[in-house]
């Protein structure tokens, strides 16, 4: 170990357990560096609220722009998969299980973004394909890490 982290585990070990630092030191990460859960209740409320309008740009407007009714059926798939999450993502955020809340979002702006992007124009998009499986992979995560966490 290099000399300047011995010198600060040292130091830390000599704090007190009562102080914030010395909490920290056992964690593999710094807890400053994580979303704390209010942060993940906004994005799930962000989420959510989107998921809504995007539902209903789906369900009144999509179709003057888009004439293929798999592409709208997706459009409407990618609203539900979204409003779903958004209120999985709440949830974790009020049990105060962040990973599993991040993995949930994470997934969910992958997942349904490329759903929509692809939707929307497939050719120009058209890399973004191999996203939509990473998204769902990563809801799944935090479903597993909801219970697990």
Same mark, same amino acid.
């Given at each position: 170990?290099?000399?300047?982290?011995?010198?600060? &585990?040292?130091?830390?070990? &000599?704090?007190g357990?009562?102080?914030?630092?010395?909490?920290?030191?056992h964690?593999?990460?710094?807890?400053?560096?994580?979303?704390?859960?209010q942060h993940?209740?906004?994005?799930?409320?962000?989420? $959510?609220?989107?998921?809504?309008?995007?539902?209903?740009?789906?369900?009144?407007?999509?179709?003057?722009?888009?004439?293929?009714?798999?592409q709208?059926?997706?459009?409407?798939?990618?609203? /539900?998969? /979204?409003?779903?999450?958004?209120?999985?993502?709440l949830?974790?955020?009020?049990?105060?299980k962040?990973?599993? $809340?991040m993995?949930? &979002?994470?997934?969910?702006?992958?997942?349904?973004?490329?759903?929509?992007?692809?939707?929307?124009?497939?050719?120009?998009?058209?890399?973004? $394909?191999p996203v939509?499986?990473?998204?769902?992979?990563a809801?799944?995560?935090?479903?597993?890490?909801?219970?697990?966490?």
């Open positions: 170990m290099p000399r300047r982290l011995t010198r600060l &585990a040292h130091s830390l070990s &000599a704090l357990s009562d102080h914030p630092a010395a909490a920290e030191r964690l593999p990460y710094s807890t400053t560096t994580m979303l704390s859960s993940l209740w906004n994005i799930g409320c962000l989420l $959510g609220a989107t998921g809504v309008g995007l539902g209903a740009f789906g369900a009144h407007a999509l179709s003057k722009y888009v004439t293929d009714e798999r709208l059926k997706n459009w409407s798939t990618a609203a /539900q998969y /979204q409003l779903l999450h958004a209120s999985a993502i949830f974790a955020a009020s049990r105060g962040n990973v599993a $809340g993995m949930l &979002a994470t997934g969910t702006v992958l997942f349904s973004g490329s759903i929509y992007a692809l939707t929307l124009d497939r050719e120009r998009f058209r890399w973004l $394909g939509t499986p990473l998204g769902g992979t809801m799944i995560g935090g479903w597993l890490a909801l219970m697990m966490l």
